[in-house]
């Protein structure tokens, strides 16, 4: 993989982006969904060419592609608090997801749609419902019960598609990430317990494990205690994460990382300065 090739062709891009856009007068946020644009295009590109797939080599472009994300959006349009870390979460993510969707013993799946899992579900209390002997009224007044509970979590407009879907040993995994928790979580608290109850309660005739993979070491978040307490999600945070997805991928993730990211060395020196200053560096301890 020539890192010099991958840093020109990104470097090019933002240049020409500013470049253009500037003489156009447009505003900082066009600049900067457009940096964003042609960046990803060149690193699918540069991805598509690579015919080893090697998950190391697609970690390279991603982590270079953020580099000049990050560095082009503080071009044009200096980060904020919330900004900054929201960005980082979404990276992040990405990040994590690589070996996954490379990996050869792991298939990817499309998530469920709620409206699909209540009909089957709907189908199957029915079915149940006709063989237990009882009279036509009381059948009528459980399914309408039945029904009842079902509108509360349609009024909830639960959607059950979490960040990532694969299959593995004839295992359905479904996996969130969250790069942080915060103190205003209560509301996707509720919602990941719903989903993984779904999951896990509805769907019996196949294995599903939701797993919650938390980027940070921070303890004392009373949500997230909240998960980690539930039978219904398994959570893991920091190193842990890194071990669970070298469990799950056969990838080593925590060792490429400390051996290729180097935040403070790649990112512009004073935009790396800006970030210490600010107390937004802490958000690139991954």
């Known amino acids: 993989m020539d890192i ?16 253009v856009e500037s003489q156009k007068q447009s505003k900082k946020q066009e600049i900067t969904k457009k940096i964003n644009q042609v960046l990803s295009e060149a690193k699918n590109a540069l991805i598509e060419s690579n015919e080893s797939k090697e998950i190391s080599d697609i ?7 953020y580099i000049y994300m990050l560095n082009g959006r503080q071009r044009v349009w200096e980060y904020d608090y919330m900004s900054f870390s929201r960005r980082i979460g979404e990276l992040w993510e990405s990040f994590m997801k690589v070996p996954f969707i490379y990996s050869e013993n792991i298939s990817i799946e499309q ?59 004839d295992i359905h995994y479904v996996i969130d990430f969250k790069a942080g928790f915060k103190s205003n979580e209560k509301g996707n608290t509720n919602r990941l317990l719903s989903v993984a109850a779904i999951y896990k309660d509805w769907l019996i005739d196949e294995t599903y494990i939701p797993i919650l993979l938390v980027r940070t070491t921070k303890g004392g978040n009373n949500y997230l ?8 999600w398994e959570v893991y945070q920091g190193k842990q994460t890194y071990d669970q997805v070298h469990k799950l991928t056969g990838f080593d993730l925590k060792q490429w990382k400390d051996q290729n990211l180097n935040w403070e060395k790649d990112l512009n020196q004073s935009f790396y300065s800006f970030l210490k200053t600010n107390d937004l560096a802490k958000y690139l301890e991954w």
Do not use: C, M
């Open 225 to 232: 205690e909240k998960l980690k307490k539930s039978p219904l």
């Open 111 to 169: 998530p469920l749609e709620y409206k699909d899992v209540r009909a089957k579900q709907r189908a199957k209390f029915l079915e149940e419902l006709d063989k237990i002997p009882s009279s036509s009224q009381s059948k009528i007044n459980t399914k309408k019960e039945f029904d009842d509970v079902l509108k509360v979590l349609d009024s909830q407009g639960i959607a059950i598609n979490l960040d990532l879907h694969f299959k593995k040993n």
């Open 4 to 19: 010099l090739e991958i840093k020109r062709r990104f470097s090019d891009a933002v240049d020409n982006v500013v470049l």
């Open 59 to 65: 970690l390279l472009i991603e982590y270079w592609t």
